[in-house]
């Protein structure tokens, strides 16, 4: 099993920037696919960003250009840097991990293992 914790969430105007963070406990030890995902009220589960067991890197159309995605696999963390925040960023939003992603890096299905996730709410 693994297991994800996220932190870093909170409240901010807007254009002010959150950096979440995402620790990774129990079977580090594998190759896994990794992502954030984010979830507001009344839509569905959305891909922000993910990391592939290559190293492929893909982000999703609303996000690209303003949030990075990276990890640190020594430390075994995941984190998101979010800039130019946007009221429509307000989102719970999750870090997920599987073996493999064959479903799609940003597709929510894809992904076995999740944490509780973290509010970010961002306000005019």
């Known amino acids: 099993q693994l297991q994800l914790v996220e932190s870093g969430g909170g409240s901010v105007q807007v254009g002010g920037s959150l950096r979440l963070s995402c620790a990774a406990s129990g079977r580090t030890s594998y190759s896994y696919c990794i992502g954030w995902f984010r979830q507001a009220p009344g839509k569905e589960r959305e891909g922000v960003g993910a990391i592939e067991n290559d190293g492929t890197i893909s982000y999703g159309p609303l996000v690209k250009g303003r949030f990075t995605i990276s990890k640190d696999s020594a430390k075994n963390t995941l984190e998101l840097q979010m800039n130019d925040l946007r009221p429509e960023d307000t989102a719970m939003y999750y870090c997920?991990?599987?073996?493999?992603?064959?479903?799609?890096?940003?597709?929510?299905?894809?992904?076995?293992?999740w944490g509780q996730g973290t509010q970010v709410t961002v306000s005019p």
């Open positions: 997920a991990a599987d073996f493999s992603c064959f479903r799609g890096a940003l597709v929510a299905r894809a992904y076995e293992f």
